[in-house]
């Protein structure tokens, strides 16, 4: 290894061969790069090597493969391999489910491998280190916050035979003092729920979140034989309801978007009755389960935090995992459990486990905690602006044959008044600017923006762009200072993580991004972190009286967009009304000068 001083290492983070397979480049201890490779293959949630992941990561920095000190990937099929073994020499499971596994842990050793077929003519000479996943959620989370000290709290499906860990962080490091193994899992609970409800794809989750508020909590008490709590924390899963632990599941998390098969049994159907298909309608009753599911998701998931504060009282709460991205049940912490501040980094799910391992890599090595704190998810790709204007420059007859004006502003307080007046009109905006968000959510960067005041907003989206179920809520974005006064809280909420009560005054105001039980999924935002987006809510503001806008991610079922050109393409084969590309706008049909 080339480095003199350890805090110089280079170290790039990964999640591989599992859903939102990610890198993330760590160089002087400081986060450089980050990125999911679904925005560069275009397949959501791809599983498989972040060849082009690290790619970008490695060109963001100037370097090459030959520079890198340590690969971290989070997983180490080395883990927990006692409780593996014990768990197959008692329960028997069939050939296929063994052969399964041991080939997803093969796969995790062809790192070096898929280096030298990704990058020929590299040599890579560096370490590869397996972080526990479990530890590289934790890590993902704490060691970026701002905490010196937490609880922190990983619950997800499984990640090396463990589906919870709750640990305490204190300066570098992280003791877990408390797990839930295989085959008990809240992930899987809500996974097999929203399979059971139709919702068949990976990641569905968030639409039966989504559902929830339009039913009430009928099924609970019979969900409360379907997970059982315990005194110690954790929660067993009655297993007769599920049965992947049997004979596996057929998991597919090879280049490509990633596909489970059914993890439930008739059981689950003799107790909620018939499961719904994917093309039926949904009744009452399936709003119903999913606000049961939702509030037995939220009885577990307290029941485990108030457990780690009555073991560890300290102020700070962080969370990690994809369980940490049910925002409605982040959003309910500080009123059920006694923690005062909470974090959740953007990429909470698996993605972020790059950065998780990546960090943890870092300590290790420098037995301290690295300066650096995520207060904002701008870690992606970006474009000059003279890339922009070629790309606009390449579709320019294609533009011209849709009666697009292409208006260059180079005033940026001109751009943001010229767009937040659009939007006041009741457009819909493409805003593409500066770096691509790490995660999940687009918050101000790879965006779409609409006026939060109309009511029919949510369907001229669905119409025009997003075609997607009538109930799942639009977000807003909004001024940090003026989070008091329009909703309940106060807290900050950089990365779109928690749903708060908006205000009652003021949700006939903001019908656009009010859901129907009052909430809305914000995302607050600084001059600090987002110059150009605080300043275009800024105007629109201005303009309105309403300190915020309605943001959707940019994208048309697809992962979100990345390049420009994939910006002008959705622009192009939509009935967006205005795309923002850097200082250009590009406006349909009706000019605006
Ligand atoms: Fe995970």
Not at 319 to 342: D, E, H, I, R
Not at 355 to 373: C, D, E, H, L, T
Request: hydrophobic letters at 35%.
């Amino acid at each position: 290894m080339g480095c003199a001083r350890e805090d110089k290492l280079r170290i790039l983070g990964i999640n591989a061969y599992h859903g939102d397979s990610s890198a993330c480049l760590v160089q002087d201890g400081l986060l450089i790069a980050a990125a999911e490779e679904e925005r560069f293959r275009r397949i959501k949630h791809w599983a498989g090597f972040p060849s082009l992941a690290i790619e970008f990561c490695l060109k963001e920095a100037q370097i090459t493969i030959n520079d890198i000190d340590f690969i971290a990937i989070n997983s180490d099929p080395q883990a927990n391999l006692l409780r593996k073994t014990g768990y197959v020499l008692m329960n028997n499971p069939n050939i296929s489910f063994i052969k399964d596994r041991l080939k997803n842990s093969q796969k995790r050793y062809d790192i070096l491998q898929e280096l030298k077929e990704h990058f020929p003519g590299g040599q890579f000479r560096g370490e590869v280190v397996r972080v526990e996943h479990h530890m590289a959620h934790l890590c993902s989370s704490f060691l970026v916050s701002s905490f010196p000290k937490a609880v922190n709290v990983s619950i997800d499906g499984f990640g090396d035979f463990s589906s919870c860990a709750v640990g305490v962080g204190e300066g570098h490091s992280i003791d877990i003092n408390w797990r839930v193994y295989f085959p008990h899992s809240l992930g899987i609970f809500y996974q097999a729920l929203t399979q059971y409800l139709g919702f068949l794809h990976y990641g569905d989750e968030y639409k039966v979140m989504g559902l929830a508020p339009y039913g009430e909590c009928a099924y609970l008490e019979k969900l409360n034989d379907v997970i059982v709590l315990k005194d110690d924390g954790t929660f067993v899963l009655n297993l007769n309801y599920f049965s992947y632990h049997k004979k596996g599941v057929s998991y597919q998390w090879e280049g490509g978007i990633p596909e489970v098969g059914i993890l439930f049994t008739e059981k689950l159907e003799e107790l909620l009755g018939k499961r719904r298909k994917q093309d039926e309608p949904l009744e009452q009753k399936h709003k119903d389960i999913a606000r049961s599911v939702q509030a037995m998701y939220e009885k577990v998931f307290f029941h485990i935090l108030n457990k780690a504060y009555q073991r560890d009282p300290m102020e700070n709460l962080t969370l990690s995992g994809g369980c940490a991205m049910n925002s409605v049940a982040n959003g309910k912490v500080y009123q059920n459990t006694p923690f005062k501040k909470m974090y959740i980094q953007s990429a909470a799910g698996d993605a972020g486990g790059a950065i998780g391992s990546a960090f943890y890599v870092w300590s290790q090595k420098n037995q301290q905690r690295s300066p650096f704190v995520m207060d904002h998810a701008y870690w992606g790709t970006s474009y000059k602006e003279s890339e922009l204007e070629k790309v606009i420059e390449e579709n320019k007859k294609e533009l011209i044959s849709q009666n697009c004006a292409i208006i260059k502003v180079s005033n940026d307080e001109e751009l943001y008044r010229l767009t937040a007046t659009e939007i006041s009109k009741g457009k819909v905006i493409g805003w593409f600017q500066g770096k691509m968000e790490w995660g999940p959510r687009a918050l101000g960067n790879r965006s779409i923006l609409g006026d939060p005041r109309r009511k029919d907003m949510k369907d001229i989206l669905n119409q025009k762009i997003k075609r997607r179920e009538s109930f799942r809520p639009f977000a807003p974005s909004i001024l940090r200072e003026a989070v008091p006064e329009w909703f309940e809280t106060d807290d900050d909420v950089p990365f779109m993580m928690a749903v708060f009560a908006i205000r009652p005054e003021k949700r006939p105001l903001i019908p656009a991004v009010t859901h129907v039980d009052g909430s809305g999924r914000l995302q607050t935002v600084t001059q600090k972190t987002n110059e150009r987006y605080y300043r275009l809510i800024e105007h629109f503001n201005q303009l309105t009286g309403v300190p915020l806008v309605l943001n959707t991610s940019f994208n048309e079922n697809e992962p979100v967009v990345c390049q420009p050109q994939e910006a002008l393409s959705c622009f192009i084969r939509t009935k967006m009304d205005v795309l923002v590309l850097g200082n250009t706008i590009i406006q349909r049909n009706d000019p605006l000068l």
